[in-house]
């Protein structure tokens, strides 16, 4: 999956209840708000509502039967709904006081607006919060620093790299932009291969797997990406120009045809082995790593030798407790558990290319899975640069610089031009920005 931002416009739509399994008399049955606690000595069942359908048999069969393991008066329903449908859905089952006692978060602006309308509790306070970096904790948290939901799981962006190409052509890993441009140059004047599997005809993915993965090392990470939240800098300010310039160095080393190359398209190129390097996502490990092909990754290269290392991680999903919820000491206890070792290396080698967002190290059983994870260690973290408060208005900034950097690799718009057109949309609704 590319984790594609979820729309901010909260739609209305009919209730989607869930509703529980017929359970023996003695072990009462609870959906969410609905229901009176468990009576002393019976178990508790609970109610996760989630987006990802398709992790429905990893949950039942693997994550909450370790859970249950060692908490026995507890059980814990997983309940998917699809995930166009999801926050509407979420939104109508608590508005009708059939939600479920456990919410998956979406990051910032959608969760954002579910913490006003008062659908979590807050869990200030709490030791479980601990376990995280506040960075981490940011995605989830109001407009005061309140924590409302614990990270589950973040996913990276990187560079793929067939590693039968750069030995057989005599090439390094690049660390620098002046090494990656001098790589792709060699790549091309070979000219057996591919040097980047970028195709531009799906524009999310030039700002999630280009301009957001490459861009922090020239905006300084949290500092470019706060400063324009709090309308101290501009996108048209030299450091975010620069990285805009470094994204259209790309152009000269792309596929024939690549304006009609779709996201799937370029995966195939690379995995045939005949493109070098894909800049890609960690969601995209499993496809990348088929049989025979021999792959690495490396992390964004920086600006000068021996300057900050920068790795965009961004946030996928967290767990919060209703505030509705009748249930709420066994929500904190099944919630508590998700922060500790056992929970996250299960979650995260079940889902490879899903990472840990907590400060304690995990290990990953699927190497290329460990080989993303250690481009985290020293790197400054930071979440994509467009998803949190400035997409929360039109135009989405988010949206907008998909289009410009499209515009960019297809119409040769200037690197100038994309940069003015991005300010003037964030400034046209961003008070801050004004």
């Not at 957001?212 to 324009?228: A, C």
């Not at 195939?268 to 990348?288: C, E, R, Y």
């Not at 030798?305 to 066994?330: C, F, H, T, V, W």
Request: hydrophobic share 40%; charged share 20%.
């Amino acid at each position: 999956m590319h984790a594609i931002r979820a729309s901010v416009a909260l739609v209305a739509a009919a209730a989607a209840v869930l509703t529980a399994a017929c359970a023996p008399s003695a072990t009462p049955v609870t959906t969410g708000g609905s229901a009176a606690p468990a009576a002393a000595g019976e178990k508790t069942v609970l109610t996760l509502g989630s987006w990802r359908t398709e992790d429905l048999a990893m949950w039942e069969d693997e994550i909450l039967p370790a859970f249950e393991k060692s908490h026995p008066n507890i059980s814990v329903k997983f309940a998917a709904t699809n995930t166009n449908e999801y926050n509407a859905a979420i939104q109508s089952q608590v508005d009708g006081g059939t939600g479920p006692d456990l919410i998956t978060c979406r990051p910032y602006d959608v969760n954002r607006s579910w913490i006003k309308k008062g659908y979590f509790e807050k869990l200030d306070g709490k030791p479980m919060l601990d376990s995280f970096e506040p960075l981490a904790l940011d995605p989830w948290s109001d407009d005061a620093g309140s924590r409302y939901c614990l990270p589950t799981a973040a996913v990276l962006a990187g560079f793929y790299y067939n590693k039968d190409i750069f030995a057989e052509l005599g090439l390094q890993v690049p660390t620098t932009q002046d090494e990656f441009l001098a790589v792709l140059k060699k790549i091309k004047d070979n000219g057996k291969y591919t040097p980047l599997a970028v195709g531009s005809s799906e524009s999310w993915q030039l700002a999630y797997n280009g301009l957001y993965s490459i861009g922090p090392v020239y905006w300084k990470g949290e500092e470019g990406r706060q400063g324009l939240i709090k309308g101290t800098k501009k996108v048209t300010d030299p450091d975010f120009q620069k990285a805009f310039d470094a994204f259209a160095a790309w152009k000269p080393y792309l596929p024939k045809g690549f304006e009609s190359l779709k996201y799937p398209d370029m995966t195939q190129l690379f995995t045939l082995g005949k493109a070098a390097i894909l800049p890609d996502g960690s969601w995209n490990i499993n496809q990348v790593a088929v049989d025979g092909l021999n792959v690495g990754v490396f992390g964004p290269p920086t600006d000068v030798p021996g300057g900050d290392r920068y790795l965009q991680e961004m946030p996928d999903m967290a767990i919060g407790i209703s505030a509705a919820s009748k249930n709420k000491a066994a929500a904190e206890e099944f919630l508590a558990w998700t922060a500790t070792p056992e929970f996250l290396e299960l979650y995260v080698n079940k889902l490879p290319g899903f990472f840990s967002m907590a400060k304690q190290p995990v290990t990953y059983t699927n190497a290329l899975a460990q080989s993303f994870a250690d481009l985290k260690n020293g790197a400054k973290l930071t979440p994509r640069l467009g998803l949190d408060r400035l997409s929360a208005g039109t135009p989405p900034f988010d949206d907008e610089v998909w289009r410009v950097l499209q515009l960019m690799l297809n119409e040769d718009l200037s690197t100038q031009k994309a940069t003015e057109e991005l300010q003037k949309g964030l400034a046209s609704w961003y008070t801050p920005q004004q």
